[in-house]
């Protein structure tokens, strides 16, 4: 099992910044691809990036490329999401999640591991 705890959430004005962090416990993340997803009051949860065991493949949803980037260090097993230029559509519960597998996916479905959430909140 992997637990995933995230922090860094917080309640910040558009056009700051955040660096949210995922770390595990139970299991080393070796082989696994990472994603980060977002849910937003009264929406459906949605993709926001994802990265490969290597870091050598990431992918972004169009509305944060460009703006977050996500990377993380094995090391530590934890993850991070760099998050600039904030707008007021960026607040959402930002979840992590981990997918036993080499290649990156946007899909909920095919992620094992989910924590439990951090809250960010951007005023205009």
């Known amino acids: 099992q992997v637990q995933l705890v995230e922090s860094g959430g917080k309640l910040v004005r558009a056009g700051a910044s955040l660096r949210l962090s995922c770390t595990a416990s139970?299991?080393?993340?070796?082989?696994?691809?990472m994603g980060w997803f977002r849910q937003a009051p009264g929406k459906e949860r949605e993709f926001v990036a994802a990265i490969t065991w290597s870091s050598r493949s990431t992918i972004y949803s169009d509305s944060v490329k460009g703006r977050f980037i996500i990377s993380r260090d094995n090391t530590n097993d934890t993850v991070f999401l760099q998050a600039d230029s904030l707008k007021p559509e960026d607040t959402a519960v930002y979840y992590c999640?981990?997918?036993?597998?080499?290649?990156?996916?946007?899909?909920?479905?095919?992620?094992?591991?989910w924590g439990q959430g951090t809250q960010v909140t951007v005023s205009s």
């Open positions: 139970g299991r080393t993340l070796h082989g696994y691809s």
């Open positions: 999640a981990a997918r036993q597998s080499y290649t990156n996916s946007r899909l909920e479905s095919v992620y094992n591991y």
